[in-house]
Nanobody
Framework: QVQLIESGGGLVQAGGSLRLSCAASGGTFSNYFMGWFRQGPGKEREFVAAISWSGSSQYYTDSVKGRFTISRDNAKNTVYLQMDTLKPEDTAVYYC???????????????WGQGTRVTVSS
């Protein structure tokens, strides 16, 4: 059983930056393909970014390409999401999740964190 705990959310002005962290425990972290998802007010949960087991490959939804960077440190069992040039439409609860296969489909992720809230003011 893998436990995921996100941190780093908060309130930031448009154009600002935040770095989210997700610490994993209870499993072999490097066995998992890691993803970040978000759910904005009144919206469905959507894929944001994902990273391969070794960290050599990263995947992003179009709306965050060039602004967000996903990374991982397998020695620290942690995945990060660096968010730059934030926009009000990035306001959401951000979740990290773990999957055994490479996927952006939330249904394929077996383990989820509790979420961390990001609010971007205009």
């Amino acid at each position: 059983q893998v436990q995921l705990i996100e941190s780093g959310g908060g309130l930031v002005q448009a154009g600002g930056s935040l770095r989210l962290s997700c610490a994993a425990s209870g499993g072999t972290f490097s066995n998992y393909f890691m993803g970040w998802f978000r759910q904005g007010p009144g919206k469905e949960r959507e894929f944001v970014a994902a990273i391969s087991w070794s960290g050599s490959s990263q995947y992003y939804t179009d709306s965050v390409k060039g602004r967000f960077t996903i990374s991982r440190d397998n020695a620290k069992n942690t995945v990060y999401l660096q968010m730059d040039t934030l926009k009000p439409e990035d306001t959401a609860v951000y979740y990290c999740a773990a999957a055994l296969s490479a996927t952006s489909d939330s249904r394929e992720y077996s383990y989820w964190g509790q979420g961390t809230r990001v609010t971007v003011s205009s």
